[in-house]
């Protein structure tokens, strides 16, 4: 079955750098567009960014342009995100999800946590 | 940027009625709409692509409907597992956009 598992959350302070990467498993991960959407504590949902197949066309939210760069290795089945400058209105949970094209997300993996505090 | 706006903030439910949950965006989005539940602790599931269609494995008690600016995700008979948070989500343009959410609570 599809399988999405985030890693590299943490606590870090502002200004400071993070990469988040996420598996995938049980799809052919090539064949799929992929995201990172954030959840902040008790709010809803933000969609950050989105990659295509082969990476070579991406978009993202205002709020993380120039900060956040979105990027997947397809021979290891990966999706990353390097988060950059990074602000006390950064902190999430972070999921990585399978895009159907560049429109909705089927499968979604359980999330990693993002806390920016000094 | 199309802003999704949701109502009711809150539904009260009891097990076995029906549930009505709006969906408004702020300018077309033609039928480029999805909803996501979301429970306690966990991801979100996708319930409904294209304002109507439901997603692999999801029961026929949920349907969806509108287009345009107008929607509506209806659970005809609430089960007990159907107490969540309900999400839209528009993906006519960039960025793509949810609701701010629609809590289903037990009545």
């Known amino acids: 079955q599809v399988q999405l598992v985030e890693s590299g959350g943490g606590l870090v302070k502002p200004g400071g750098s993070l990469r988040l990467s996420c598996a995938g498993s049980?799809?052919?991960?090539?064949?799929?567009?992929m995201s990172w959407i954030r959840q902040a504590p008790g709010k809803g949902l933000e969609w950050v960014s989105h990659?295509?197949?082969?990476?070579?066309?991406?978009h993202y939210t205002d709020s993380v342009k120039g900060r956040f760069t979105i990027s997947r290795d397809n021979a290891k089945n990966s999706l990353y995100l390097q988060m950059n400058n990074l602000r006390a209105e950064d902190t999430a949970v972070y999921y990585c999800a399978r895009g159907i094209g560049w429109d909705y997300f089927d499968n979604w993996g359980q999330g990693t946590l993002v806390t920016v505090s000094s | 940027e199309i802003v999704m706006t949701q109502s009711p903030a809150t539904l009260s439910v009891s097990p076995g009625e029906r549930a009505t949950l709006s969906c408004r965006a702020s300018q077309s989005v033609s039928s480029n709409l999805a909803w996501y539940q979301q429970k306690p602790g966990q991801a979100p599931r996708l319930l409904i692509y294209g304002a109507s269609t439901r997603a692999t494995g999801i029961p026929a008690r949920f349907s969806g409907s509108g287009s345009g600016t107008e929607f509506t995700l209806t659970i005809s008979s609430l089960q007990s597992e159907d107490f969540a948070l309900y999400y839209c989500?528009?993906?006519?343009?960039?960025?793509?956009?949810f609701g701010q959410g629609t809590k289903v609570e037990i009545k």
């Open positions: 989500q528009h993906y006519y343009d960039w960025p793509r956009t």
């Open positions: 049980g799809f052919n991960f090539n064949d799929y567009y």
């Open positions: 990659i295509s197949r082969g990476g070579s066309s991406i």
